[in-house]
C-alpha cells in the first residue's frame, strides 16, 4: 500500500531563513510526487510535482523539491523563506489505480 | 476551464441524522473525482475515489458510502452521522497529469 510521512508536525523559522521540509514516501513503483500549500481559510494550492526525468524540480512560489528515489524521499526546499509562506504544507503520492494519498502535513511559522 | 463545486460549505447536523455533500465538475469529461477529510493532526484522510460513472473505491471503512450518478457528479452521503464524522470534506479532481484541482469545502458539524 501507498503511503507518505511527513515527520515535522510544526517547523517554525525566521524570516530570510532557508527551509527544508521532509517527506517519506512508500510505493513499490516509480512515484508522481506532489507538494501543496494550504493557508487559513483556503483550498489546497499545488506547489510543484515529480513525475518523472530531471530529479529536481521547481515550483511556484521559489520552492523547489529533490527526488531522492534510494531515501524514498522528496523533500521540499526554499532557499529564504518570507512571512507570506507561512502554512500548512502537504507532500502526496499517486500511486496505482489513480490512487492519491496525502501526508498528515506540516504547519511552517515564520517569526520576524 | 474546469471548475469544481462543492456544496454546501457548512453544515449543522444532529447525530443520526442523513447526510449529502455533492460536488460537480465542469469543464472536462471522464475525471477521476475524490473525498477526503481533513481533521487537525491527520492530514487529507482518502475516503472515496472514483475513476468512472458507478466506480467507487472506498479506502477507510466507516459510517459514510459514495456515489457517482453522473460523470461529473459525485455524492458523499451518510443514512446516520455520529460525532466522529464532523470534519471538513474536500472533493478533488484529476485526469491524467495527476495533479489534484480542490473544491473550497464542507464544514460539516455533528451535535
Known amino acids: 500500500a501507498q503511503s507518505v510521512t511527513q515527520p515535522d508536525i510544526h517547523i517554525t523559522v525566521s524570516e530570510g531563513a532557508s527551509l527544508e521540509l521532509r517527506c517519506n514516501y512508500s510505493y513499490g513503483a516509480t512515484p508522481y510526487l506532489f507538494w501543496y500549500v494550504q493557508s487559513p481559510g483556503q483550498g489546497l494550492q499545488l506547489l510543484l510535482k515529480?513525475?518523472?526525468?530531471?530529479?529536481l524540480v521547481q515550483g511556484i512560489k521559489g520552492f523547489e523539491a529533490e527526488f531522492k528515489r534510494s531515501q524514498s524521499s522528496f523533500n521540499l526546499r526554499k532557499p529564504s523563506v518570507h512571512w507570506s509562506d507561512a502554512a500548512e504544507y502537504f507532500c502526496?503520492?499517486?500511486?496505482?489505480?489513480?490512487?492519491?494519498?496525502f501526508g498528515t502535513g506540516t504547519k511552517l511559522q515564520v517569526i520576524p | 476551464s474546469q471548475t469544481i463545486h462543492q456544496w454546501p460549505a457548512t453544515l449543522v447536523q444532529p447525530v443520526g441524522s442523513p447526510l449529502s455533500l455533492e460536488c460537480t465538475v465542469e469543464g472536462t469529461s471522464n475525471p477521476n473525482l475524490y473525498w477526503y477529510r481533513q481533521a487537525a493532526g491527520r492530514g487529507l484522510q482518502l475516503l472515496f475515489y472514483s475513476v468512472g460513472i458507478g466506480q467507487i473505491s472506498s479506502e477507510v471503512p466507516q459510517n459514510l458510502s459514495a456515489s457517482r450518478p453522473q460523470d461529473r457528479q459525485f455524492i458523499l452521503s451518510s443514512k446516520k452521522l455520529l460525532l466522529s464524522d464532523s470534519g471538513f470534506y474536500l472533493c478533488?479532481?484529476?485526469?491524467?497529469?495527476?495533479?489534484?484541482?480542490f473544491g473550497e469545502g464542507s464544514r460539516l458539524t455533528v451535535l
Open positions: 502526496a503520492v499517486r500511486g496505482g489505480y489513480q490512487k492519491v494519498t
Open positions: 515529480y513525475f518523472s526525468g530531471d530529479t
Open positions: 478533488a479532481w484529476t485526469q491524467n497529469t495527476g495533479e489534484l484541482f
